[in-house]
């Protein structure tokens, strides 16, 4: 968003930028709402006068009154809106407070306690015996420091390896492509994606803070430190998000009020996909349709890795392996089955290679200091970079689409676009030209990725018309508005599974819904029982994709034997029975922010036993998921919080509020639902056609006699009419004494109608 403003000319934000710049200290504190404050440096605007270029926030976002008043004695200065008061002491630090005078967050008073950096020989000595030996941390631009008081645990960052508390780890927001096993953070600070924000639950209070900054950024959850936590980047100028609500519900409804939500997707995209690098041939993949079919399994999409493309080219369609790739996907088609294709951002430097000639002939690649096109080595050899950041580069890489989708690809996945690059990192100096505002790679590096969805999606949509359908490794804050994303290369390795469920909680507490891991592991071979344990684990993660990698041990469901087999057509039918619900809760997302997966903490923020529950989650907030994620194990302690849950497989009622011991053969995913609650259900399909569906069936799960209501979201599932008010919302209702008098209550004449609703109570 590019908002420019001339100095001098009457308007409301230039009054603002004058009236509330420091005198003494250079900060400027915005409110977007009563509760969302934007606390950034006057620096800035120096030179760029309220120019505001923000990659994560696009929509312009409404400005809510600030009271600003300076005390001369004491120089304090005090920021009031309706809900928080920000006092500024004498030495420049902030502290927030709420409505009810609670402190919120406050500026570290003391000095930072850095540790003791090894010199360059004894770095040199350690990288002899093969250590990753780093030196110290390179300079920021600016630092925050904000105090702790011991009770916080902390939530999102993206895609951090480890556990749901990020507390006493320190991250580095820098989009890397690293192949080796991702393990515990700290030795993985970055992954493949950047989003600079998290979410502090303390005893007393939640916020969110939102670190709107691309260049190579450090935070440091009190690893340093048990008395402060800070952030800063090695560029550009503070300018940061203060996100306050009761509830983490509402901080997120925050976040992704500024960043964005995920739109709609089609729903067949909430199908099984099956992936592998590669399927090689237009015989394989059919016949690969075929066996889905044979076996009874539901699958909704083929993914083609990059051997589909004549080497390697991006948009182009190897002919010997794929003559006709239109009568494929027209055969899938028939089957109900969706091709969706890779493409990467590194384009094959090739005389008569139309891709790249156009682009060089059109300036759209990224250049060196010395303005020669920058090269590296992709998959394809020799390689060039599009300048994502140029919008005539974006539009001419998404209308590239249609040499895909004109061949009936209904998908593209994006990936290597951190960038990656295979004859080391790109220079930092790497020269972006965008659309007359040239920018350097250490700026636009977090952002290449979210750049390139942008294109996808954007070229996609002007294209096709379906709601996009594009799947990113790389993300900066808001690639949510434009993509699915997946957590890359990871292993077939019982840590993986287990790090799968943290990992999908943070994204989604990170402000992207649409998310999963490569079910079964990327690299390695996945035995039969991590499988089995895998595909239980995700059968509700909104990306439900199985990939793996091209030497490893293929991974279709069948592959395992026979117990393996039977496990996966059971959890992936269980996933399509509940379609509705996951449906259900995209709609919610549009509305709310809130992701599909929860974690437990987000609806029992006061119960301090679910602060730091990995191997739990919530699907909405009435399923109640505990996978196992241990080899060998066959029953496994499960917290309920409060309240009473349904055992979904036993259907006993159980009180919550305690650790229970569940007994989880291997065809077992611990599975309950909240009490009196209603889920909305489809029949057993093979694959998703919102046309054909004309029933929809409701389970009642009677618990403590409340009374039980349930909202239910349809429409076509495949365009934009929904935006035209072409959709329908129900509202269930149901008491525990009279459960055949459910009421099916018409909110809105719409676009569809089930023809028959029935209710089973259970
Ligand atoms: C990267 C991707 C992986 C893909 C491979 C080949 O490693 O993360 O999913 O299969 O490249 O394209």
Not at 572 to 596: N, V, W
Request: proline residues 4%; contains cysteine.
């Amino acid at each position: 968003m590019t908002k420019k403003l001339e100095r001098g000319k009457d308007n409301e934000q230039e009054r603002r930028y004058q009236e509330y710049r420091m005198k003494q200290n250079n900060i400027v504190i915005d409110a977007i709402t009563s509760r969302i404050l934007r606390i950034h440096s006057a620096e800035m605007q120096k030179d760029e006068v309220c120019e505001t270029v923000s990659f994560a926030i696009e929509e312009n976002m409404p400005k809510e009154e600030i009271k600003v008043s300076e005390d001369g004695k004491t120089g304090r200065r005090e920021w009031k809106t309706d809900d928080l008061t920000v006092l500024m002491d004498r030495q420049g630090r902030l502290s927030i407070y709420n409505q009810e005078d609670v402190l919120l967050c406050a500026d570290y008073a003391g000095n930072r306690k850095q540790e003791q950096t090894l010199s360059e020989e004894e770095l040199e000595q350690l990288r002899m015996e093969g250590h990753d030996a780093q030196s110290e941390k390179e300079a920021l631009s600016f630092c925050v420091t904000k105090a702790l008081y011991g009770d916080e645990t902390i939530y999102g960052l993206g895609d951090k390896t480890g556990f749901l508390n990020k507390m006493g780890y320190d991250y580095m927001m820098w989009n890397s492509d690293n192949p080796e096993p991702h393990v515990e953070n700290q030795t993985f600070k970055a992954l493949y994606k950047s989003i600079p924000f998290f979410i502090v639950v303390r005893d007393a209070c939640v916020y969110g803070i939102f670190l709107d900054n691309t260049y190579r950024s450090y935070l440091d959850m009190g690893y340093e430190s048990s008395q402060y936590y800070y952030f800063g980047a090695a560029g550009g100028t503070l300018d940061y998000y203060f996100i306050s609500g009761d509830t983490i519900a509402e901080v997120i409804k925050g976040y992704t009020m500024l960043t964005g939500r995920a739109p709609l997707p089609q729903m067949w995209t909430l199908g099984y996909q099956q992936s592998r690098w590669s399927y090689e041939s237009e015989e394989e993949v059919l016949a690969l349709a075929e066996k889905f079919r044979e076996y009874g399994i539901p699958c909704d999409a083929i993914h083609l890795d990059i051997d589909y493309m004549e080497r390697f080219k991006v948009f182009t369609v190897d002919q010997k392996k794929f003559p006709d790739m239109k009568k494929l996907s027209d055969k899938l088609a028939d089957m109900g089955i969706k091709l969706v294709t890779i493409i990467d951002p590194g384009t094959k430097i090739e005389e008569g290679y139309d891709v790249y000639e156009e682009g060089v002939q059109k300036n759209f690649f990224a250049k060196d200091e010395e303005g020669n096109i920058y090269q590296n080595v992709v998959w394809p050899g020799d390689s060039v970079y599009p300048d994502f950041t140029s919008e005539k580069v974006r539009e001419w890489w998404g209308n590239l689409t249609k040499r895909l989708t004109l061949q009936g690809v209904r998908g593209i996945w994006n990936d290597m676009n951190e960038p990656a690059s295979f004859c080391g990192p790109l220079p930092d100096d790497v020269v972006f030209a965008g659309d007359g505002k040239e920018r350097q790679h250490k700026e636009v590096h977090n952002i290449y990725g979210h750049l390139m969805a942008k294109a996808t999606y954007e070229g996609l949509k002007r294209n096709d018309g379906r709601r996009p359908y594009v799947i990113t490794r790389a993300c900066y804050s808001g690639t949510q508005k434009y993509s699915t994303a997946w957590t890359g290369d990871n292993q077939s390795l019982w840590a993986h599974l287990q790090m799968s469920i943290p990992q999908l909680l943070n994204l989604g507490m990170s402000g992207m819904p649409m998310v999963g891991t490569d079910i079964g592991g990327f690299g390695a071979n996945a035995t039969p029982e991590l499988f089995s344990r895998w595909i239980e684990a995700s059968c509700f993660a909104p990306l439900f994709r199985n990939h793996s990698a091209k030497d490893t041990r293929r991974q279709e469901p069948w592959r395992f034997g026979e117990e393996t087999l039977e496990v996966s057509r059971k959890y992936i039918a269980l996933r399509y029975k509940f379609l509705p619900y996951l449906y259900d809760l995209c709609y919610e997302e549009t509305q709310t922010g809130m992701p599909l997966l929860r974690s437990l903490v987000m609806h029992y923020q006061q119960d301090k036993n679910v602060r730091e529950c990995n191997d739990e989650y919530l699907v909405g907030d009435k399923i109640l998921m505990a996978p196992v994620v241990q080899q060998g194990m066959r029953a496994r302690m499960v917290y309920l919080p409060e309240g009473t849950w349904v055992d979904y497989w036993t259907k006993e009622r159980i009180t919550g509020g305690r650790y229970i011991l569940r007994e989880a053969p291997l065809d077992v995913c611990p599975m309950y639902i909240k009490g009196d609650s209603i889920l909305p259900v489809y029949a057993p399909m093979q694959s998703i056609e919102p046309e054909n569906i004309t029933k929809l069936t409701l389970e009642y799960y009677p618990a403590d006699g409340r009374e039980a209501s349930y909202t239910h979201y349809q429409d076509n599932g495949v365009d934009f009419d929904y935006q035209q008010g072409k959709y329908n919302l129900y509202q269930f209702i149901c008491c525990q004494d009279k459960p055949q008098e459910m009421q099916t209550v018409m909110l809105h004449e719409g676009y569809r109608k089930y023809q028959e609703i029935c209710v089973e109570c259970r």
